[in-house]
């Protein structure tokens, strides 16, 4: 099975949160795996998460707009729209 993606990934294991709902709505998540144009995320618990919404890294000081590539039960693949600083 061939990979279909054009970036490379790394393993990340960083705590996140799913922002959604013009910001109204959020649920912690995990970054398993992190390119510079999508993520691996683990939503555990969460309820099914909306094909568009923001992706905020604290770690990295990132946030991402993201769209939802596929899931599997508590599993996200995204693919990044555009990213931004995180503010203070």
Same mark, same amino acid.
């Given at each position: 099975?061939?990979? %279909? %993606?054009?970036?490379? %990934? @790394? @393993?990340? $294991?960083? /705590?996140? @949160?799913?922002? $959604?709902? /013009? /910001? $109204? ?19 555990? /618990? ?5 094909? !568009? ?10 946030? $991402? %707009?993201?769209?939802v590539?596929? @899931? ?12 931004? !600083?995180?503010?203070?």
């Amino acid at each position: 099975m061939s990979d %279909r %993606r054009h970036h490379m %990934r @790394r @393993r990340s $294991f960083l /705590g996140a @949160r799913v922002v $959604f709902a /013009g /910001g $109204f709505q959020s649920y912690e998540c995990l970054v398993l795996n992190l390119s510079d144009a999508g993520a691996e995320l683990h939503a555990a /618990g969460s309820p099914c998460l909306p094909d !568009l919404f923001d992706l905020e890294v604290p770690l990295r000081k990132k946030s $991402f %707009r993201a769209r939802v590539c596929w @899931r599997r039960a508590e599993w996200v693949g995204v693919e990044f729209i555009e990213s931004s !600083l995180l503010r203070a």
